[in-house]
């Protein structure tokens, strides 16, 4: 069984956080690219704007996904939107988080959702799953620009609709999508997530969608082929300026659904 979650924020609650174009349309092209597997062994939950509150998002994740999910299940966590950084004491010493939409911008710490401590809080509350992977279209540069901001009390730091064709719900119960926990992120801490008007999406999400429904052999994308793919993509169409990250934590094997 496949669980996701999909979060898209463009436009925030606060006024002082700018607006995104194209995170809403990234987070539906990913639920619409995953509604390609069977709906008997999949289960698909959209936040989209005001609906992802920082209270939803935790409900979503660490309490609905906690319940539902059984030994062997995966879990896929995707979220466009703002990230912004937060300096702790020193320097070299920086918070990140995931601005959800009713974040306060002068409050980043209270109302934001914290990758170290609440993002470990997932995956501590969804031990049952075999695989996790969490992709994340945003940003923790808080340079100008892309899907980042510096609130105005933090410290210094450096769509395409429509990805359905014509064919049949595709199976995975049978798949082996290997063990392990694994984050990609759309750039480095220093870089920015960049959205393309060309093509109407973030950059890196339009380039993952594309890796996984190329046709190639087999059912499933062995998840370090598909970063080395899509970086490489990224990377070129930004001459370097975005370079993906991708974090392994005990993962074996982990692969993703082909979704043709």
Do not use: N
Not at 70 to 76: A, K, N, Q, R
């Amino acid at each position: 069984m496949l669980h996701a979650v999909l979060i898209g924020i463009d436009a925030y609650q606060d006024g002082a956080i700018p607006p995104l174009c194209y995170a809403r349309t990234d987070a539906a092209a990913f639920g619409a690219a995953l509604s390609r597997i069977d709906a008997s062994e999949r289960s698909l939950r959209l936040l989209l704007d005001e609906e992802a509150t920082r209270r939803s998002i935790m409900s979503a994740i660490a309490e609905d996904l906690h319940r539902a999910v059984e030994p062997g299940d995966t879990v896929l966590l995707y979220f466009a939107g703002h990230g912004s950084p937060e300096r702790r004491g020193a320097r070299d010493r920086r918070a990140r988080y995931l601005v959800p939409y009713d974040a306060e911008m002068s409050k980043i710490f209270a109302t934001g959702i914290d990758m170290d401590r609440d993002v470990h809080t997932w995956l501590e509350r969804l031990a049952e799953a075999r695989m996790v992977v969490i992709v994340l279209d945003t940003c923790f540069s808080g340079a100008a620009g892309g899907r980042t901001f510096m609130g105005p009390l933090l410290g210094e730091s450096r769509a395409r609709p429509g990805y359905l064709d014509e064919g049949g719900p595709i199976s995975i119960r049978h798949l082996d999508l290997g063990r392990g926990r694994v984050i990609l992120c759309a750039a480095d801490d220093d870089q920015i997530a960049h959205e393309d008007r060309s093509l109407g999406q973030g950059l890196f999400t339009h380039h993952l969608l594309a890796a996984l429904q190329r046709p190639r052999g087999g059912a499933t994308v062995d998840v370090a082929d598909l970063y080395g793919e899509v970086s490489a993509a990224v990377s070129g169409a930004t001459a370097g300026a975005q370079e993906p990250v991708i974090s392994l934590i005990r993962a074996v094997r982990p692969r993703l659904p082909r979704l043709p």
